[in-house]
């Protein structure tokens, strides 16, 4: 007997980036995004993230692990300037990682990434004081609010769904 299923398994949860939407400067001035999976239930978000030569981030600390596919172009994080990530590169980072993305100014194209999040941004200040959170709720609302705001196309991700539930049997 096969298991019960609580998807439904006909239907792929599948996109293709070359027709869904790029939010340009969505997150900072300089950084494009192309959401590609938010699940705010269980704290996992999935990114195609542009980043214009010379856009730093701020310092931030990750709540959980992260998963790190540079495309294109070359980035490194300021506390690592010596270990360049370049096309091709794959980076782990495990949770309670925290440093600064750097993208250097004399890149000549933009880079390219995607990146899979588990957990949460929490963002310094240059001064090292909190300043904000990044999660996979933050970042529909940051998506939805621009999209009222400049008129954009709708987004297109994968949103993970909640289970349906199982049919209940007696056995």
Same mark, same amino acid.
């Given at each position: 007997?096969f298991?019960?299923? *609580? @998807? ?5 949860? =599948?996109?293709n !980036?070359?027709?869904?939407?790029i ?5 900072v001035?300089?950084v494009d995004v192309?959401p590609?999976?938010?699940?705010p239930n269980?704290g996992?978000w999935?990114?195609?993230?542009f980043f214009?030569?010379? *856009? @730093?981030?701020p310092?931030?600390?990750? =709540?959980?692990? !992260?998963h790190?596919?540079t495309i294109s172009?070359?980035?490194?994080y300021?506390e ?6 370049t096309?091709g590169s794959?980076?782990?980072?495990p949770g309670g990682s925290?440093h ?5 100014a ?11 999040v588990?957990g949460?941004?929490?963002n310094?200040d240059e001064?090292?004081?909190y ?12 998506i939805?609010?621009?999209?009222k705001?400049r ?11 909640f289970?349906k539930p ?5 056995l």
């Amino acid at each position: 007997m096969f298991p019960v299923t *609580v @998807q439904d398994d006909k239907t792929l949860l =599948t996109l293709n !980036v070359e027709s869904a939407p790029i939010y340009k400067d969505i997150l900072v001035p300089g950084v494009d995004v192309q959401p590609l999976f938010l699940d705010p239930n269980n704290g996992v978000w999935g990114l195609r993230v542009f980043f214009a030569p010379g *856009v @730093q981030l701020p310092t931030h600390y990750h =709540t959980g692990t !992260v998963h790190l596919w540079t495309i294109s172009g070359r980035w490194n994080y300021v506390e690592h300037a010596d270990q360049p990530q370049t096309a091709g590169s794959y980076l782990f980072e495990p949770g309670g990682s925290i440093h600064t993305l750097s993208v250097p100014a004399e890149n000549t194209e933009v880079t390219e990434t995607i990146m899979i999040v588990h957990g949460a941004n929490i963002n310094f200040d240059e001064n090292g004081q909190y300043h904000s959170t990044m999660d996979a709720s933050s970042i529909m609302a940051m998506i939805d609010e621009a999209i009222k705001e400049r008129g954009l196309d709708p987004a297109v991700y994968i949103k993970a769904p909640f289970p349906k539930p199982a049919n209940k049997t007696s056995l």
